[in-house]
Structure formats: C-alpha cells, structure tokens
C-alpha cells in the first residue's frame, strides 16, 4: 500500500484538481482531504457520509452560575477577554488556559473538553473518502489531520486498498507536517509565478526534513514561461524530479463547474498531461 500526498507551498496551485484526478485514475484506492481548514475534494468527489464523529480537542471554560459571586477575579486574569463582566464565557475568544478555574475561590470555574470540529468517512465514485471539517474559529488542525490519516490507514489495510491519496493542505505548518507522515511520496503542484516558486521551495525543505522522496508538477507552466524555467532550473540543482507540467485549459474550469475531475470530463490536454503523471507515479 502506498501513500501519495499531494502538497502546495501556497493555496490555488491546482492542487486539488489534481489530487481529484488522481483519485479517478488510482485502482483500489482510498481518498484522504488533509485541508481540515478549507476542505474542497468533496466537491470533485460528491461523497455519500456513512459515518460522522465529533472531533474533540482542547477545553473551554464554564461558569456555575450557582456557585459564582461575582469577585471579578477570573475578569482581572483573562488576558483574551473571554469573560463577561456578567460573568458569562464567550467561547470564541476563551483560549482554554484554564487560568480563571484556578483563580476562582468558589470553585465556580470548570474546564469542559470542546467539540472542535467533525470527521467523516463517505463512499464516493472512487472508493472510499475520509475527510474533515474544522470549527469556526477553532484550532488544533494538525490533531484533526493526524486523526483522519490514522482511520484511513486503518480503513485502507482492513480493505487492502493499493494506493492512499491524500490532498494536503497549503503552506509548511503544523497540517502539513501532520499530514506528511508516513507517506511514500510527495508531489508538489507549484505555479509558475514567483511566490509559487519561493513556497514550493519552503515545502520541499520541509519534506526532506523527514526524508519524503519529493517530485514536482507545474501547474499552467505556459502562463510564464521564465518563472517555469527558473522552477525547473532550482529542480535540476536539487535533483528533484519534475514529472508533469500542466498547461492553462479552460476545460479544467468548465470540469469543476461540473463538479467533475478533469480526466473524467473531457479528453483534452490537461487530462492527459495528468494521466502521464499519474503513470510516472505508478512506475516507481
């Protein structure tokens, strides 16, 4: 079983067009959409939920209303605010420190764990599909991120699927370090501009931190022919291999209007730029 991730330095790379396509192409395979913050595969992949499950992590204070008598100095140690001078919480700016519970001599404070968010495994076209929604102003993505990869490793051996694809979120944070663990390759869409460049090779560093074979695929290269040229010069000197470049097709945004992958939706250039890259995946 092999685990595929596919990443971006920044966000609207084409990432998920391509991870999407992936998908369609891979036989035997399970889909994973690690971007818990702005998750999107789904609508490429129209999934029907067979199981929903609270994601709880971190803690939220509550005020007995009973035992309060008002002293103020839960109100004076709060450095985000998040009590009321009412005496009451408000959750999205309560932090969870858990300072005010330990302050309050009437012990009317007390910590409660947070439902932060949900996770979900759906069948789709493809195969099976787990994925995530993070909370409104919740944090502790790189937790949710490492719950789904754990229950689609599970799900994946116990249907012994071949390939599990992942998309990935952008950026080189605590998501997507959570995100590469335990994969057997990295692919990286970048854009030929330079701000895909400079983030691309923010996250290559990051990948070989933990010593992930790294190839990239560059998405609309014929849109800035230099900037793709000096993408492929910096690949050259790292010896990263670049295994597709995608060029700028409109049937790519009339697919996603669609709600379709582009390899699913008409045969065209991009689509078959895709299916190279996928059988370049396959052969290694």
Request: glycine share 8%.
């Amino acid at each position: 079983m092999k685990h595929i991730l596919i990443i971006s330095g920044k966000g609207g790379t084409g990432k998920t067009v391509v991870s999407g396509s992936l998908a369609a192409l891979a036989k035997n395979s399970l889909m994973v959409d690690c971007d818990v913050d702005a998750a999107d595969l789904h609508l490429l992949l129209h999934p029907v939920i067979r199981e929903r499950h609270d994601f709880r992590s971190g803690q939220t204070a509550v005020i007995d209303q009973d035992l309060c008598r008002r002293c103020g100095k839960c109100i004076a140690v709060c450095r985000f605010e998040a009590i009321k001078q009412d005496s009451t919480i408000e959750p999205f700016s309560c932090e969870g420190c858990g300072l005010c519970s330990r302050v309050c001599p009437h012990g009317a404070i007390r910590m409660e764990e947070s439902v932060s968010g949900e996770w979900f495994v759906s069948d789709t076209r493809y195969g099976p599909f787990v994925h995530a929604k993070l909370g409104i102003a919740e944090e502790n993505s790189g937790k949710l991120v490492s719950k789904i990869r754990q229950v689609a490793k599970e799900l994946a051996q116990q249907q012994s699927r071949d390939y599990v694809i992942v998309d990935g979120p952008p950026g080189i944070g605590c998501p997507v370090i959570a995100s590469l663990t335990g994969v057997d390759c990295a692919l990286i869409v970048t854009e030929p501009t330079l701000s895909g460049l400079h983030d691309a090779k923010r996250v290559a560093e990051v990948a070989e931190h933990f010593h992930i074979p790294v190839k990239f695929v560059i998405n609309k290269y014929d849109l800035n022919l230099d900037m793709t040229k000096k993408i492929e010069d910096f690949c050259r000197e790292q010896d990263i291999p670049v295994i597709g470049k995608i060029g700028f097709d409109k049937a790519v945004v009339q697919a996603l209007v669609q709600g379709k992958t582009i390899v699913e939706h008409v045969s065209c250039a991009a689509a078959d730029e895709i299916k190279k890259i996928w059988e370049s995946l396959k052969s290694e």
